[in-house]
């Protein structure tokens, strides 16, 4: 038995590949019979002279998706899709599927999401899904490298986090309403306090009631948070991480990348430091640019767009006013109606994939600020003790999984960047 990704170190050797059968093109004497694997797709040749005349009759009627094993001798071919070929020796047929629903034809978006857990069989899609687990563990291995420590955050939770008009509410027992987190962070702050630097990634949810090519109702994020730290270390940090990642993925995914046709000259150009826009500059360009944008209010996605579209790296956008960011946000003490707060953009107009910055540390301004977002202050009592004992200076960020695969692949929208994308009309399948 052989995966086909290591196919090069069986050359001249007879192996067996278990699969499924993507394609097939016939002549009168040869079958090319594509195979996949889930490691990769190879086309193994079958030939009526060495498989014998009842042999090749049944393999001639073989559809999309039947599953086999190919036996055969793995020969270099320079014209192949990765370079080898199999010359079969025998198959043996373990299921025949009969009309699989998505061909290599053209299919609409809606009849594929229909059939997500059929579609991920498909090269594009595998190749998303490959460069969407090399994300997450570069991802790992960059905070696990500088000994953040993981600690898990809890997805039932009591009360928001960003914002109460995007929360999930669910039943939890007879009488009482648990959230689905929309962020690890207020736990990260008591779990920064207990280890220093530490960091959570896991699924979150937001009812984002709008379609747009950004969101999803359930997305994984990454959450690092420091103790002892300010705007200036986040900002060193996620530029550290975005490089990092970029590079794994160039690095290690290059054969992904190239199925999905990305432009990787661009990602190449992924280098920190990166440019930074205070969100005055940002205002100021915007309205310059003749934008329908008001000083004051948050960045929308094409005002985020059309900033990211000036460079060819990630900006770095900085202290937006307070009155649009989260309550947590430390003020920043030159200027008390900005916050000390920064977005990271992703260029090719990908927009946001970080959201972060500096957190209130004193006692009474974080009460002030529960009560002016008129947050239920029962449900924040622990979270303020974290000032009371030992408060200190600390900060972190949120980098989203999903907007960065998005960017790295090159795709048009991110729902096809996770298995199962949930969305304001999707919940199936
Ligand atoms: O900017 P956000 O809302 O920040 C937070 O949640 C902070 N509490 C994080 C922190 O400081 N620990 O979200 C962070 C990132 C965004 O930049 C974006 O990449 C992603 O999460 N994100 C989404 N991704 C997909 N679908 C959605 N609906 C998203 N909302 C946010
Ligand atoms: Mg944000």
């Known amino acids: 038995m052989a995966y086909i990704q290591d196919i090069a170190t069986h050359e001249g050797e007879q192996v067996t590949i ?22 990769g797709f190879i086309q193994a040749v079958m030939s009526k002279a060495t498989v014998g005349e009842e042999a090749f009759t049944q393999a001639d009627h073989l559809s999309q998706e039947t599953s086999l094993s190919v036996t055969g001798t793995v020969r270099a071919d320079a014209r192949a899709r990765g370079g080898y070929e199999i010359d079969v020796i025998s198959l043996e047929v373990h299921h025949e599927a009969h009309d699989f629903p998505i061909t290599p034809k053209e299919h609409g978006v809606d009849f594929l999401l229909d059939r997500r857990h059929l579609w991920i069989r498909t090269p594009r899609q595998q190749a998303i899904l490959r460069v969407r687990h090399e994300v997450i563990n570069a991802v790992r291995d960059f905070f696990n490298q500088r000994d953040f420590i993981l600690c898990d955050t809890p997805i039932f939770t009591p009360a928001a986090c960003e914002g109460t008009t995007n929360l999930f509410p669910v039943q939890y027992f007879e009488d009482t309403t648990a959230y689905l987190t929309q962020s690890g962070q207020l736990y990260n702050e008591a779990n920064a306090m207990a280890l220093g630097r530490v960091y959570c990634f896991g699924p979150t949810f937001r009812a984002e ?3 747009t090519r950004r969101h999803l109702t359930e997305f994984w994020m990454v959450e690092p948070e420091m103790a002892y730290a300010n705007l200036e270390d986040v900002i060193e940090l996620a530029e550290g991480l975005v490089e990092y990642v970029v590079g794994r993925a160039l690095d290690r995914r290059a054969a992904e990348l190239n199925v999905l046709e990305r432009d990787t ?38 005002d985020e767009t059309v900033l990211s579209d000036l460079y060819d790296r990630p900006v770095c956008v900085h202290r937006y006013p307070a009155a649009v960011k989260a309550f947590y946000m430390k003020p920043d003490p030159a200027q008390p109606d900005k916050a000390l707060g920064v977005d990271v953009l992703a260029p090719e107009g990908y927009g946001e994939i970080i959201g972060g910055g500096e957190r209130v540390a ?31 200076p600390h900060a972190g960020f949120g980098m989203g999984i999903e907007r960065v695969v998005g960017w790295i692949c090159g795709l048009e929208h991110v729902r096809e960047t996770i298995p199962y994308p949930r969305m304001l009309y999707r919940l199936y399948p």
């Open 18 to 39: 278990n699969g499924w059968l993507y394609n097939r093109r016939s002549s009168g004497k040869i079958h090319f019979l594509q195979v996949r694997d889930g490691s």
């Open 209 to 211: 009631k709008s379609k």
């Open 265 to 302: 000259t661009r990602l190449e150009k992924v280098k920190a430091p990166f440019p930074r826009l205070s969100y005055d500059e940002a205002a100021r360009i915007l309205i310059d640019k003749g934008l329908p944008f008001q000083h004051g209010t948050d960045l929308g996605g094409t």
């Open 362 to 392: 004193d006692y009474d301004l974080l009460v002030q600020r529960i009560e002016e977002h008129k947050l239920p202050r029962e449900a924040f009592e622990w979270y303020l003790d974290l000032r009371k004992y030992g408060s200190v």
